[in-house]
């Protein structure tokens, strides 16, 4: 994304925590998003956070948002190797629902 | 039942030839969009429509062409086809305009410009 940074890769070992960054440029920014893209497959909604939130948790998932810093961390509590994947953060900016994604993390679960 | 479909999956076609993609959701939202994912798993919006009224279009040559029929239909049609257009290209809708974008994405239809 033109203004959303992700690193590129993340290998974890199975059972441990994996914990996905992002960053992100526009502080309007309303809601931001965690997108999970298997291969050959669409874009499946993991959860997402409003901005005046500081923290989220889903099950395995934990989302932080340290809105002073821009700063969007997905954590993956106990990852499977059904989490390999690609995944992508997003930001929605108001108007005209338009997301911004970030440029997508490749997770790899060993065994 | 899917909930946003495209069709077709695969689309292998020619330099200058003109294709069209169909989706459609049966969630009942108002907003539809196309996005392109290129080989680097970029994703960008090319197009939004509410209510069949276009109100995101992202600096897409003129070649690209939605069209809305309907609040649960969004189609994409392409003209002269070139090989940087090859891409997985993914409809997606959701509820409302403004607010939580809470995107649903359809499988994606891969296009391939020979």
């Known amino acids: 994304g033109e203004d959303v940074e992700q690193s590129l890769f993340l290998s974890v070992r199975e059972g441990d925590s994996s914990v996905i960054n992002c960053t992100y440029t526009?502080?309007?920014?309303?809601?931001l998003y965690w997108y999970k893209q298997e291969p050959g497959a669409g874009l499946q909604l993991l959860t997402y956070?409003?901005?005046?939130?500081d923290m989220k948790q889903d099950q395995r998932l934990t989302v932080l948002l340290n809105k002073k810093d821009k700063h969007l961390s997905l954590r993956i509590a106990d990852t499977q190797t059904g989490d390999s994947a690609i995944y992508f953060c997003?930001?929605?900016?108001?108007?005209?629902?338009?997301?911004?994604f970030g440029t997508g993390t490749q997770l790899k679960v060993e065994l | 039942d899917t909930a946003v479909s495209q069709t077709p999956k695969y689309l292998v076609t020619q330099m200058g030839n003109d294709k069209s993609i169909k989706c459609e959701q049966n969630?009942?939202?108002?907003?539809m969009y196309w996005y392109k994912q290129d080989s680097k798993k970029f994703l960008k919006i090319m197009f939004s429509?509410?209510?069949?009224?276009?109100?995101i279009n992202e600096t897409v040559p003129n070649r690209f062409s939605p069209k809305s029929p309907d609040k649960a239909h969004l189609n994409l049609h392409i003209n002269s086809l070139e090989l940087g257009d090859s891409a997985v290209y993914f409809c997606?809708?959701?509820?409302?305009?403004?607010?939580?974008?809470?995107?649903?994405f359809g499988q994606g239809t891969r296009l391939t410009v020979v």
């Open positions: 997606a809708s959701s509820p409302e305009v403004g607010g939580n974008t809470e995107a649903f």
């Open positions: 956070i409003f901005s005046n939130m």
């Open positions: 429509y509410n209510n069949k009224e276009l109100i």
């Open positions: 526009d502080s309007s920014s309303t809601y």
């Open positions: 969630l009942g939202h108002d907003t």
């Open positions: 997003a930001e929605s900016r108001g108007g005209g629902n338009k997301l911004t």
